[in-house]
């Protein structure tokens, strides 16, 4: 969905690295999160964030964090990266004014590896 | 951990057969949704049901809900080649209305 906006689309990087995964929208969607999905399983939320001032760890926020700098813009940061990183990384939208539905839109995928 | 579990893991047909994907989860529910997986690429939403529904189409997708055995299924009907993607359910609880997703099916139709 071209709403939902993800850069880079690929990254390579070397352990202990820091780097910066950026998520941006046009939806005007005031909830936002970042999900992480390994080879043959499903998505797995890392944080997510109901508007600017309210961000929460999700199952698996352990070497990450987050930083939501508008509605439209939420990025994810591994602050020293390490090789069980290395997966495929989605942000995605909701809208909380659909009366609790949560239909969430994502963004195209962030291909990470750390070396 | 992840709320809903798909049945089966993988799933190959021909086109024009129908394929049926099912969804286990274990605790109440909001609703309950589908998504599609094109190979690698971002997750794209197709179907809700509600707790308090039943059954409910789209096109060519039936989704059925039975709360009492905490399952759900997905039909496609008149499968296409372009259908060949992985299928998502996740569940809606709670009031902080995140979604936890299963591990996917993947679907594959020949031509």
């Known amino acids: 969905d071209a709403d939902v906006t993800q850069t880079p689309r690929n990254r390579i990087t070397k352990t202990g690295k820091r780097i910066m995964l950026e998520c941006s929208q046009t939806k005007g969607h005031d909830r936002m999160y970042w999900y992480r999905q390994d080879p043959g399983l499903g998505l797995q939320l890392i944080y997510y964030?109901?508007?600017?001032?309210?961000?929460n760890k999700g199952e698996i926020s352990d070497g990450y964090s987050v930083s939501r700098q508008a509605q439209a813009k939420f990025s994810l940061s591994l602050e020293s990266a390490i090789p069980n990183q290395t997966a495929l990384y989605f942000c995605?939208?909701?809208?909380?004014?659909?009366?609790?539905?949560?239909?969430?839109?994502f963004g195209p995928g962030t291909r990470l590896l750390v070396l | 951990s992840q709320q809903g579990e798909e049945d089966p893991q993988a799933l190959s047909i021909q086109e024009g057969e129908n394929a049926t994907m099912n969804c286990s989860y274990k605790?109440?529910?909001?609703?309950l949704q589908w998504y599609r997986q094109n190979s690698g690429r971002g997750l794209v939403h197709l179907i809700l049901?509600?707790?308090?529904?039943r059954e409910k189409h789209s096109g060519r997708l039936r989704v059925t809900l039975d709360t009492s055995k905490k399952s759900s299924s997905l039909l496609i009907t008149a499968s296409r080649a372009a259908d060949t993607a992985s299928y998502f359910c996740a569940t809606g609880r709670g009031s902080n209305y995140k979604l936890t997703f299963g591990k996917g099916t993947l679907l594959t139709v020949n031509p």
């Open positions: 605790t109440s529910i909001n609703n």
């Open positions: 049901i509600r707790s308090n529904e």
């Open positions: 995605a939208t909701s809208d909380s004014g659909t009366g609790g539905t949560e239909t969430q839109y």
């Open positions: 964030s109901f508007d600017v001032k309210d961000i």
